[in-house]
């Protein structure tokens, strides 16, 4: 087994392994269309949202465009989705209000806990390309206890850039190899480990819906594979 | 009485203001010293490092040098520190442990009270000209409990340069207005001021030392003038 001993830092993936970004903005915008008289297949939405934001951050990484706040890539894909979804009487402030639910995102319900056990015992911070405030507003609505925030948006970058990892490892002031990348998401780890550092995955098999495909269980040989985050904080502090 | 309902976070500076950086660097030194062995007037070399440090600091402000880190900008007041009171011995892992006194610095007794009650009604961050890796090893030293690491590293920049404040609200989605500059320190509050930020003061009257004879009160009508973070508290929740 690797020698896990000298990791001081646990970087996190946020959108689908901290949070539950499908069920939120489905409760959400269910909640927010009744009492403002709009209807739609919010969990369709949901999902859609996400797909164009992947490709909307694909024009950024490419370098094709300049870097562009995760809130405004959002905001671009919204407009597009609230036409095709036939919605078309909202205000700037309700475009607003609901392109904001990023910020409103709640956590699976191990994050919590599993994150406050590990906080006494490393540094906890968002690796995610969530931007500052985003990630800032969700910390507070979900009672995230993070150590500092670490958005992609320091390093006016993309995961999964090296400059991402490279740029929280350089901040933190540690090693790649004393850095722990923690996501439900192979890709993301297979990016951090080729720069470096050490890789935690857990499976969330909903975060995508019962039809999901992708992330259900490791690709590679991570250094943990985990049942959750709680079950993280119990094979790394025991 | 100015309108204070519209601030959504509050950032602090951290030397002096939050932590004794005094009172820290003289316990933990002399206790260093007596387990290696070394004996010096811990407390004037404290104060002498910390002057130091601000006509560095005034180099990097003054465009004269590149963006530097604290960190490098305090081991290089050491060197010069070191020979000035005779202390020759030391090899590169001492002289590291002893610059990073710096992150071991405890904070005033009102600190940690008054930032959690805050905590629950703002955003609290560290606008502070410590590297981000400095302020995240103190923040988990003394209890700190931030929202965010707002390290004026993220900008390249150091107080009281305008664009770190600027800088700080931007990333977090804000008006200036909707944030306020806390301190111990007038000319601080001065430059938060001048680019639109609320402002609130409180004394360190002993920061310095018993012959301290600057930041003794505020020396504008500031929007809140406290007796300390506890106080801070008080007035801005009730």
Known sequence: MTDLRHIRALLFDVFGSVVDWR??????????GLANGTTADWEAFARDWRSHYQSNLEEVRSGRRPFTLLDTLHREALNVLLEKYGIHDLSEHQKDHVNRVWHRLDAWPDSVPGLLRLKAHFTIAPLSNGNVSLLNNMAK???????????????????????????????????????????AHNDDLKAAQEVGLKTAFWPRPTEYGLDQNKDMKPTEPWHIVAKDIRDLADQLIG
Not at 146 to 162: E, G
Not at 165 to 171: D, E, I, R
């Open 23 to 32: 069920s939120s903005i489905t409760r959400d915008l269910t909640a927010w």
């Open 141 to 183: 609505h979900a009672a995230l206890p993070w150590d500092l925030n670490l958005s992609t948006q320091w390093f006016k970058a993309y995961k999964p850039m090296p400059e991402t990892y490279l740029g929280a490892v350089q901040a933190l002031g540690l090693e790649p190899e004393q850095v722990m990348m923690c996501a």
